[in-house]
């Protein structure tokens, strides 16, 4: 089963600044199957990123995402208020569905 | 657009089964391609995946929940639905109802249900 390790557990910046994600991957994984998600307090997890690097319909092109092989990152360019949240990554092979356990992005 | 809605009791009784039902609206839960699929999350954890249903009705489950899982699609009332036996504290958690689109991201979601395990 693949693992999906995502760092760090908790980033803390202020509104403004740039957000740096990773997720990493214990095997290579194909960059098609790999997305990522923000889920606020309350609310059920939403897609921003599929495909490693395409943004979902409605996603704000501050959200970037990037990666290859094993190493994936989900760039914030600028923080807006409401991009504090928790995001996770999820990738998929082989019938098998996986996530990361998340990075929390809080107000510093 | 379309949109899932979870549905099912609230509390189960340690050793007893769970039962969750997941009704889609706005579109075809029986379109070629696509899978269906439940998630759940322990509060303050992280998001798990249980398994997924198939438009076909194949169904493709977390390897550590195999044994205890079952997911079914019913096409007559546009639902899937989710059973969990012989559950545990360990299963109290929010469950979400979610769509499998291309590239098998999870694209819609419902708004969770939380179920708890207690007698």
């Known amino acids: 089963e693949i693992v999906l390790t995502q760092s760090p557990g908790t980033l803390s910046l202020s509104p403004g600044e740039r957000a740096t994600l990773s997720c990493r991957a214990s095997?290579?994984?194909?960059?098609?199957?790999l997305a990522w998600y923000q889920q606020k307090p309350g609310q059920a997890p939403r897609l921003l990123i599929y495909g490693s690097s395409t943004r979902a319909t409605g996603i704000p092109d501050r959200f970037s995402g990037s990666g290859s092989g094993t190493d994936f990152n989900l760039t914030i360019s600028r923080l807006e208020p409401e991009d504090f949240a928790v995001y996770f990554c999820?990738?998929?092979?082989?019938?098998?569905?996986?996530f990361g356990q998340g990075t929390k992005v809080e107000i510093k | 657009q379309l949109q899932l809605q979870e549905s099912g009791p609230g509390l189960v009784k340690p050793s007893e089964t769970l039962s969750l039902t997941c009704t889609v609206s706005?579109?075809?839960?029986?379109?070629?391609?696509?899978?269906w699929g439940w998630i759940r999350q322990s509060p303050g954890k992280g998001l798990e995946w249980i398994g997924n249903?198939?438009?076909?009705?194949?169904?493709y489950y977390n390897p550590s929940l195999r044994s205890r899982v079952t997911i079914s699609l019913d096409t007559s009332k546009s639902q899937f639905s989710l059973r969990l036996n012989s559950v545990t504290a360990a299963d109290t958690a929010f469950y979400y109802c979610?769509?499998?689109?291309?590239?098998?991201?999870?694209?819609?979601w419902g708004q969770g249900t939380l179920v708890t395990v207690s007698s």
């Open positions: 999820q990738q998929y092979v082989s019938s098998t569905w996986t």
């Open positions: 095997e290579t994984i194909y960059s098609v199957y």
């Open positions: 249903v198939y438009y076909s009705g194949a169904t």
């Open positions: 979610a769509h499998t689109g291309t590239h098998n991201k999870f694209d819609h």
């Open positions: 706005g579109g075809s839960i029986s379109g070629s391609g696509y899978y």
